[in-house]
């Protein structure tokens, strides 16, 4: 059975995309197999991880809409071992239609579309969330198993991981009881400055366990990857990014290993 996992915070620009690409580049490595899914209109994770969305008919939405089985709405990346659903403008409109036909009740058409045959070929499935809490967001928590919650060392609101818990309780209470923390994690983590500092002393206070061991720092080789159009791994490899997204995917796996032990 295929881990799951759902990036999400509905602050936009904390590390949600760059963690979804990297962490699924960084797992890949570790032979494992990956199908990232965009569920951002935007398509930034499409884009990253080479494939431009605008040309694609094949993409979460139709997917989404029920016009495709999940095999015809996955394509091959430049990367081996990571698949891709992506996403583009077409899903704000697909999100639309399906709030005014059927509403709350089509939040479990993800969940409903990954449990096709077709999703157990991977070991690892990784939603990039837009930045909000509404209809595309819910239909991620419900369809996932666990999260990560990118948490920006820049800019700490607390009030935003409080409702943001607070929905994955109200989802764990509706559609989907198995839905699992599994950490949050530091992003842009910049030693230097002193909010850093404090923001990652809060967020371990307040989470505790819950916080991944492993901290992004901010690193000017992530966004020098984006531009050469590969994750970090590839663009450069001894860069911080780059063995700290090796770092969070070796503690991903342990995660999952570990989850599977105690249901075996
Ligand atoms: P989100 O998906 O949450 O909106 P992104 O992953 O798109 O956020 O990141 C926002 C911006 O910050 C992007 O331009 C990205 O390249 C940059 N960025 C993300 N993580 C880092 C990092 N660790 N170091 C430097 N830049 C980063
Ligand atoms: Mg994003």
Do not use: W
């Not at 449990?115 to 991620?140: K, T």
């Amino acid at each position: 059975m295929s881990e799951i996992i759902a990036i999400t915070n509905q602050k936009g620009g904390v590390g949600k995309t760059t963690t979804a690409y990297n962490l699924a580049s960084s797992l890949s490595r570790y032979n494992k197999r990956i199908l990232l899914i965009d569920l951002d209109p935007q398509g930034n994770c499409s884009q990253a991880i080479g494939i431009d969305p605008t040309l694609s008919k094949k993409t979460v939405s139709e997917l989404l809409l029920d016009n495709v089985d999940l095999k015809r709405a996955i394509r091959k990346t430049p990367f081996s071992n990571i698949s891709l659903i992506p996403a583009n403008l077409t899903l704000a409109m697909a999100e639309s239609t399906l709030m005014a036909n059927g509403g709350k009740a089509n939040v479990n058409i993800l969940k409903r579309k990954l449990s096709d045959p077709e999703a157990d070929l991977f070991d690892f499935i990784i939603i990039d969330c837009p930045p909000s809490l509404g209809f595309l967001s819910l239909n991620a928590l419900t369809a996932a198993n666990s999260l990560i919650v990118p948490v920006q060392c820049e800019y700490f609101a607390l009030d935003a991981l409080a409702q943001l818990l607070a929905t994955v309780t109200q989802v764990q209470r509706s559609t989907n009881p198995d839905l699992d923390i599994m950490g949050l994690l530091l992003t842009m983590f910049d030693p230097r400055t002193k909010l850093s500092t404090e923001i990652a002393q809060e967020v371990r206070s307040n989470f505790k366990d819950r916080v991944f061991t492993t901290v992004i720092p901010r690193n000017v080789s992530i966004p020098e990857a984006i531009a050469n159009g590969v994750p970090v791994n590839e663009y450069k490899p001894s860069s911080a990014g780059s063995l700290t997204y090796a770092s969070l995917a070796r503690e991903v796996m342990e995660y999952a290993e570990k989850k599977h032990q105690t249901k075996a």
